[in-house]
């Protein structure tokens, strides 16, 4: 067998982390056992460990089971399912929606729906690894084009050819490790204008971002081919969606081999999903506040630190740049009380590493003024 060698500086240890006694904020460090304040979990509104989640994901499973046994074509649908979807396609207004158990599932099957080994994938640069498998998967010619460069865009789709050949393009709403925004109003304006589909990823900004949390898809989603979302950030649950229109939405229950053959979503995940969307229904104001707490933090840490700070969300990064830097600083951090994870190559290119942390709903201005005075330590 081939030895593989991996460089000293790509190697990973996993650490393991246990949730403290007090909800959403803190976790503990089992090693140590000392508690630190959560800077990077994706559960942006603490809907994770919401009693009212906890609760219908509890009596779901004292009626349905823990797990669904099958896949969807078996014994695995359950009214559970075909609720959630119902509800979620009606709040996004799409004809379709279809649950997975992930959502690298979900992106892998929304690409070969669209794309084969004769089509033209045009990406934006930083698409997630679970979209880049899908082109993969799917055989076919991968394009890239300058993160959220609009001219790059539509000088790929021209060279492309979109007259003689099939072409999709991939972007993200917003991208998860820089935290920017796609300008999806223009982006659907030259897929519409040059008949080209479109697939958008919406998985850090649904519930938070666009109209009551629907998503920055959602009012020019007429001109988008698919979207792809998760329930396990905003909505605190797990699993993930489709969502589309009826032909696309049958075509991939009759074809798509990441439905088809997994086991389906579990339906306590299902239950804790659908009580979250009732959860961000009730309170169409906290995507809002978010967004404004996130503003406050950026702008206090480009105050108080030198390193540059980048993002237009709840997501933000701390760019330090050598890989060796940002772990001593994420260790930093944690010996102070805080958890922020170091993002390093592949992830990031090289020389970009980061910090990168997100803004949640219980973080308090207590918690950015501890964090301010320890970053403004650090040497």
């Not at 349905?64 to 078996?74: D, Q, T």
């Not at 279809?98 to 690409?111: E, K, T, V």
């Not at 789709?157 to 820089?178: A, F, G, H, Q, R």
């Not at 942390?357 to 207590?366: A, E, S, V, W």
Request: glycine letters at 8%; charged letters at 25%.
């Amino acid at each position: 067998m081939k030895k593989i060698k991996i460089p000293k500086n790509r190697i990973r240890k996993l650490k393991t982390y246990s949730l403290g006694k007090k909800p959403f904020e803190l976790i503990s460090l089992n090693s140590q056992n000392k508690k630190l304040i959560d800077l990077c979990s994706n559960d942006y509104f603490g809907l994770s460990r919401d009693k009212h989640l906890i609760k219908a994901a509890y009596e779901i499973s004292l009626l349905e089971g823990i797990g669904s046994g099958s896949s969807r074509f078996i014994t695995g649908s359950r009214p559970i399912h075909k609720l959630l979807e119902t509800k979620l396609a009606k709040w996004l207004d799409q004809e379709k929606v279809l649950l997975f158990p992930s959502g690298f599932q979900a992106n892998i099957a929304a690409i070969e729906a669209l794309a084969n080994r004769n089509s033209i994938v045009i990406a934006d640069k930083l698409i997630h690894n679970s979209l880049l498998v899908g082109v993969k998967a799917a055989q076919a010619k991968l394009v890239r084009f300058s993160h959220n460069n609009l001219k790059d865009l539509e000088d790929k789709i021209i060279n492309s050819n979109p007259t003689k050949n099939s072409i999709l393009v991939v972007v993200e709403s917003l991208y998860s490790m820089e935290g920017s925004i796609a300008p999806l109003r223009e982006i659907t304006e030259i897929c519409k204008k040059n008949s080209v589909q479109l697939l958008v990823d919406e998985a850090h900004a649904i519930g938070i971002l666009g109209p009551e949390g629907r998503g920055l898809s959602f009012n020019c989603r007429s001109d988008i081919t698919i979207i792809t979302g998760t329930f396990g950030k905003a909505f605190g649950s797990g699993g993930a969606f489709i969502a589309s229109n009826s032909e696309i939405g049958e075509y991939l229950i009759q074809t798509s081999g990441a439905f088809r053959y997994t086991t389906a979503l579990a339906p306590s995940l299902a239950a804790g999903a659908l009580e979250g969307l009732n959860k961000i229904l009730e309170n169409k104001e906290w995507g809002n506040d978010l967004l404004s707490s996130a503003k406050v933090w950026k702008d206090e840490i480009i105050k108080n630190f030198s390193f540059p700070v980048q993002g237009d969300s709840h997501i933000l990064s701390i760019i330090v740049g050598q890989e060796e830097k940002a772990i001593y600083l994420q260790k930093y951090l944690e010996k102070n009380g805080f958890l922020a994870i170091a993002i390093r190559p592949p992830t990031v290119p090289v020389g970009q590493s980061r910090i990168r942390i997100t803004i949640r709903r219980n973080l308090d201005f207590n918690m950015l003024e501890n964090f301010i005075a320890i970053l403004k330590d650090f040497k």
